[in-house]
């Protein structure tokens, strides 16, 4: 499995609101990047820095360029520091990607939910609603207006778009937003923690696969998450492991000299996402669906485990 890997410069940056800076990435040679949807997201390997993932968030037909946009976390780990201070207009970054595990599937309508951040996978959403003909809505939240990337943009979108600061309006009114199950309605969402389980109760009584989220940091473990050792059969490899209740899988498959692609090691980009072929995965990650977790065709190995004793990987 290969994917796409190459240094871009960073050919602008742009202050999109108080600690957001966007960034524009262009090949040095001008070469063409690949295709993109809406939803996905890039790897942003800093040199003697982190690994961490950003949605694009510029024009999908754009083949000449990428935007990624890059909130300041002082209690973060380290990634969004790194860009802020070292990426400045002529600098190179490795890429790699795209990767898309939130992608806008077609619809008549749509009810978009933005918090923070979480506003840069939905702005290429919108944009795609709108040229499809669909009919769409966008509750975007923040702290503050300030704080707010692209929301004069936004407004120019008319009524299709709430922006909705806390400090001006409170929390965001889900409750009229989501308030019944509409048929043929899908729900995108992505933002902080609180907003997204927020919005995830409030969809309880929506029909099956109509809600549609997107985590940048690990989910918790489930109260009923094994850790259990257990049995570890790589079918293409020729090797029988054991993973001790100590180590993830990755740990355990690179122990053994197997070479699969990762990234964030928290069940977050989906870099290393395995096809099943026996046994039953606990899924512990922050991308696959109800029903894709349902259906057991495939893990992502860095944070998910097995229920049972035995897991047959396509590896």
């Known amino acids: 499995m290969t994917e796409y890997e190459s240094k871009l410069v960073v050919s602008r940056r742009t202050r999109e609101a108080a600690d957001v800076v966007s960034l524009t990435l262009r090949h040095p040679a001008g070469e063409p990047l690949p295709r993109w949807e809406p939803g996905a997201h890039i790897d942003l390997v800093m040199d003697g820095g982190p690994t961490r993932q950003y949605s694009l968030c510029g024009d999908p037909a754009d083949l000449a360029a990428w935007q990624v946009a890059v909130l300041r976390e002082p209690a973060g780990r380290g ?9 400045t207009e002529g600098t190179p970054v490795l890429v790699r990607g795209p990767r898309n595990h939130f992608a806008l599937r077609t619809a008549p309508r749509y009810l978009f939910i933005a918090g923070g951040i979480g506003i840069t996978p939905i702005l290429p959403m919108t944009a795609a609603a709108q040229a499809a003909g669909a009919d769409w809505t966008l509750l975007y939240g923040g702290r503050t207006r300030s704080s707010m990337a692209f929301a004069d943009r936004l407004a120019a979108r008319g009524d299709r778009v709430r922006i909705s600061p806390e400090d001006e309006h409170g929390l965001l009114d889900l409750a009229s937003f989501l308030a019944e199950p509409a048929p043929g309605t899908l729900v995108y969402c992505c933002g902080p923690e609180p907003l997204l389980n927020a919005v995830e109760e409030r969809c309880r ?3 099956s696969g109509a809600l549609h989220v997107e985590r940048f940091k690990p989910r918790e473990p489930g109260p009923d998450a094994v850790a259990d050792s257990f049995e570890l059969v790589l079918r293409r490899s020729g090797l029988t492991l054991t993973v001790p ?9 690179q122990d053994a000299g197997v070479q699969v692609l990762y990234s964030c090691t ?10 099943i072929l026996d046994g039953e995965a606990d899924h512990r990650d922050s991308i696959l669906t109800e029903e894709e977790r349902a ?9 998910s485990r097995c229920r049972g004793s035995r897991l047959v990987l396509d590896l």
């Open 79 to 87: 990634g969004s520091a790194y860009v802020h201070e070292n990426l």
């Open 205 to 207: 009584t929506w029909p």
């Open 245 to 253: 209740a100590g180590r993830t899988i990755l740990q355990t498959v």
């Open 266 to 275: 928290e069940g977050t980009c989906g870099t290393c996402e395995t096809d």
């Open 295 to 303: 259906a057991n065709e495939s893990m992502l190995i860095c944070v």
